[in-house]
């Protein structure tokens, strides 16, 4: 994989045997489930006691800064061990830890909850940092379920509002529904999502414009909904403001979208490999 990439972190490709791919682990504790993860599609379940792990090799830059979570639910998991977590183990390039490198551990998940982002950052690659190890686990003693979703290693950014975009096809659209989403970076916003408030924000080129709250928002996504006869026509700019309670901006992301007054004709075309091609 490149610098820093991931591969298959939520847990959607399995082989003909039905296990996971891209990632090493043991069938004692860990098993796929198909509809187990966050929206209702693949996610990754423990059950039992005892310690199990899920391990991805990730070749990564030396001083560079990452973030790294996983979303878990857990279910009745109790114990006096570190119980769900996410870890790193720093590798140099004979895959050794030694001078210096080690762990980056998040904080320990247990009890009952619903899914829980477990994540933590900036996790600081060491200077002889070639590799390393992704370890969402359980860790002993602890018995119970939990459920993991959502694996992510990425470059960390303190930006709080990372993107915004929107359900139509090339950001234009002439009617009916159009859908709104921002991405978030919950390790750059303190506090809980009930103390935030989104604002979604279309700016005609004539001054114009429609302003509508997220109607949907949680600790790493921004959502919300519109008619698209209530943009302006034409060009306009969408923003997502991401502010406190008290009205203080935390952070934006800006796209530009398109009102066009009929729906353009797409010509659909097919490859030499079968493949669909829109233009």
């Not at 809980?192 to 114009?208: H, I, N, S, T, Y």
Request: charged letters at 25%; one cysteine or more.
């Amino acid at each position: 994989a490149a610098d820093g990439q991931l591969l298959n972190g939520s847990f959607e490709r399995v082989d003909a045997e039905g296990h996971v791919t891209d990632w090493a682990y043991g069938t004692k504790h860990f098993t796929v489930d198909p509809s187990g993860g966050r929206n209702g599609t693949s996610g990754m379940k423990y059950e039992g006691s005892g310690g199990a792990m899920l391990l991805q090799r990730v070749r990564v830059e030396p001083g560079t800064k990452y973030k790294v979570g996983v979303w878990v639910r857990p279910d009745g998991l109790k114990g006096d061990g570190f119980c769900a977590r996410i870890c790193v183990l720093w590798e140099d390039e004979f895959g050794l830890v030694k001078d210096g490198l080690g762990f980056y551990e998040t904080p320990k998940i247990k009890g009952t909850k619903d899914w829980t982002l477990c994540a933590g950052g900036p996790a600081v690659a060491p200077k002889n940092a070639v590799w390393a190890t992704i370890r969402p686990e359980v860790v002993p003693p602890c018995s119970g379920r939990v459920w993991f979703d959502d694996v992510f290693l990425e470059p960390y950014s303190t930006r709080a509002v990372e993107s915004v975009y929107t359900s139509a096809y090339r950001d234009e659209q002439a009617s009916g529904v159009v859908r709104l989403a921002a991405s978030l970076n919950p390790l750059a916003v303190s506090g809980p999502a009930e103390r935030l408030k989104g604002l979604f924000v279309f700016q005609g080129d004539a001054g114009d414009g429609k302003s509508l709250d997220a109607s949907g928002l949680s600790a790493n996504r921004a959502e919300a909904s519109v008619d698209v006869s209530d943009i302006p026509l034409g060009k306009s700019t969408l923003s997502f403001r991401l502010m406190d309670v008290s009205g203080k901006e935390l952070g934006r992301a800006e796209r530009t979208f398109v009102r066009t007054d009929a729906e353009r004709l797409r010509r659909v075309t097919f490859d030499r490999l079968g493949r669909t091609l829109v233009d």
